[in-house]
């Protein structure tokens, strides 16, 4: 059985990239071992371990069967369509009525690759990756490498982090599995110097992606996704981006009630690699750091965060605070939401009602997800006053729409705990509590 570290080499033909799909359904996606799946497939399992190395042509019949094992929903059905149809065309067997005549190989290739691809059909989700793959003939052809540079490889990190608030939670698993494996092989035949610094950088972005999106409902993995992010940023020697995952972590820490002291070490970590040196890491930690002291009764200690916050975002450039979009930017609305849930956490609810009322109106039309918690902001904070009908049914309309993120459930057991002893038992509070305990991510749900 090939271990999870061995690359496989999806460029190198069809089969290859067929076989880098199959194990990534297997390990990523259901986590599964190879004799689980080849029990539950009645395939042999030598067998599935060639076929997800690209060594052998699985047949259409096994295929089916896995397909149907992974409840991949036609997704890898469709791809070992392609892969026959595609190692037909390299292999000049295509029949030629089937395409438009052209000038040239190039134009030809280019024609095949959009019908190839048009069969996947309506819906189904392609890995960026394997759509990468299927060109890599073309850009050979046309005399470009066909391996995508560093900056190509940056680009791609910033392409995601300008979805991560705005796009739907877990709606990026299949993308980044997909680019982590192809980086992975460029890494491997990158052993020094910048450029494998600057990879391991991107990997450490793709990996707290990965984790971000996974924290939606496969927390186990999540942790996992955030160890890597962890080694690689270390392994790069960014100081900045050491502090920045570890401070993302300890916040989907606290989010999910992770058990022991996660949280806290990390926390602890991030502020320790900042010293002192303002950036959008630091940020981050001070408002995991002011959130953890408020909800153990600290107030001193968190208020001293939140000041602390306040210092370091004023000295943060430009390009941070002016972004208000990707994950990469810090502006001030999300300071505002930090202090204010410190705030009403602390029983402030005078001081934090104009930060959340200011919060909202700065927020980003795009961050539906951003926009809703802070609306639950609003709703803690009328169950605080006590007015507890109108805040259980503001909560209620914030959040029967959308998924329930950690944050969002996080929150909404917050509003839950700050009812008076009698109101617990109230129907809309009951409907509360079992919409949060029970809500999953859904397609159509929005990010944060």
């Known amino acids: 059985m090939p271990r999870a570290s061995d690359p496989i080499k999806v460029d190198e033909s069809p089969w290859h990239l067929l076989g880098a799909t199959l194990r990534h359904w297997r390990e990523d996606v259901r986590d599964l071992t190879q ?75 280019r024609r095949t690759l959009l019908q190839l691809l048009a069969m996947f059909g309506a819906g189904v989700n392609v890995p960026a990756s394997a759509i990468d793959a299927l060109h890599a003939g073309l850009r050979q052809a046309i005399g470009v490498a066909a391996e995508n540079s560093v900056e190509d490889w940056e680009q791609v990190a910033w392409d995601y982090a300008q979805g991560v608030w705005t796009e739907p939670p877990g709606s990026r698993i299949t993308d980044l599995a997909g680019d982590i494996r192809a980086l992975e092989q460029r890494l491997s035949r990158t052993m020094e110097g910048p450029e494998r610094a600057a990879l391991l950088r991107v990997y450490a972005q793709l990996a707290a992606f990965m984790a971000m999106d996974l924290s939606h409902g496969a927390v186990r993995m999540c942790w996992r996704s955030w160890r890597a992010a962890r080694s690689a940023a270390d392994a790069s020697g960014d100081r900045d981006l050491q502090v920045w995952v570890r401070a993302e972590e300890a916040s989907e820490s606290f989010y999910l009630h992770r058990a022991g002291p996660a949280a806290g070490d990390l926390v602890e970590d991030a502020l320790r690699l900042a010293n002192g040196r303002p950036s959008l890491g630091l940020t981050e930690a001070l408002k995991i750091s002011s959130r953890m002291h408020a909800t153990v009764g600290q107030a001193e200690q968190a208020r001293d965060a939140l000041g602390a916050l306040e210092h370091t975002f004023e000295r943060l450039p430009p390009a941070v605070t002016r972004d208000r979009i990707s994950v990469w930017g810090q502006s001030l609305d999300t300071v505002q939401f930090a202090e204010a849930y410190v705030l009403i956490k602390l029983g402030d609810t005078e001081q934090a009602m104009p ?42 309309d914030i959040v029967s729409p959308l998924p329930v993120t950690a944050a969002r459930r996080r929150l909404a057991d917050e509003i839950l705990d700050s009812l008076p002893e009698k109101a617990a038992a109230l129907p809309a509070a009951r409907d509360l509590r079992a919409l949060t305990a029970s809500r999953t991510n859904s397609p159509k749900g929005s990010a944060a």
């Open 35 to 109: 004799r689980e799946l080849a029990k539950a497939a009645f395939v042999d399992q030598g067998e599935l371990s060639r076929w997800e190395r690209g060594l052998a042509r699985p047949h259409a019949d096994h295929v089916k069967g896995i397909d149907d094992a992974l409840g991949a929903c036609g997704q890898i059905a469709a791809l070992h369509a392609i892969a026959i149809e595609l190692d037909r065309f390299r292999a000049g067997t295509v029949d030629s009525d089937s395409f438009p005549s052209a000038c040239d190989e190039v134009a030809v290739e």
């Open 355 to 396: 930060l959340v009322e200011q919060a909202l109106a700065a927020c980003p039309r795009e961050k539906v997800g951003g926009r809703a918690n802070v609306r639950l902001l609003q709703a803690w904070t009328l169950v605080q006053d006590r007015d507890v009908n109108e805040g259980l049914g503001h909560a209620l």
